[in-house]
């Protein structure tokens, strides 16, 4: 009797510390900040259009240290050749390893511009 005793309290023991460890991973999991980013459309024309880049918080926490990643060759195959050297770095610059968010609040966006296209014909 007492060995049924000991294995029910050790299998009781068990559940309860598997069951505080999926609490504290399911907790972890849905308190966390949720970054997205998007290159939206900002004024448009028959001409070009304007770019912005918008990175937002849509989850619970603030997000810290929020880094953009892409490789060089990968953003500069979207590019013409023949833009021009300080626009495609500013472009860049938004990739950069030093480029960093230090703090994103929940529920914020942070938009900063993001280039343009144009009809080959015009000026810009």
């Not at 049924?4 to 559940?15: D, N």
């Not at 023949?82 to 030093?98: A, T, Y």
């Amino acid at each position: 009797m007492e060995e049924i005793r000991t294995s029910l309290v050790a299998f009781a023991v068990a559940v309860s510390l598997a069951s505080l460890y999926l609490s504290r991973r399911l907790w972890l999991q849905s308190n966390r900040p949720i970054v997205t980013a998007a290159i939206v459309d900002y004024a448009s024309g028959n001409m070009g259009a304007v770019f912005n880049l918008v990175v937002s918080n849509t989850g619970n926490r603030p997000a810290t240290n929020v880094r953009l990643n892409a490789k060089s060759e990968d953003i500069d195959k979207l590019m013409v050749a023949s833009v021009e050297e300080g626009k495609r770095q500013s472009i860049h610059n938004c990739f950069n390893d030093e480029a960093m968010i230090s703090l994103l609040k929940n529920g914020e966006e942070l938009t900063t511009s993001f280039g343009s296209i144009s009809h080959p014909g015009s000026k810009d």
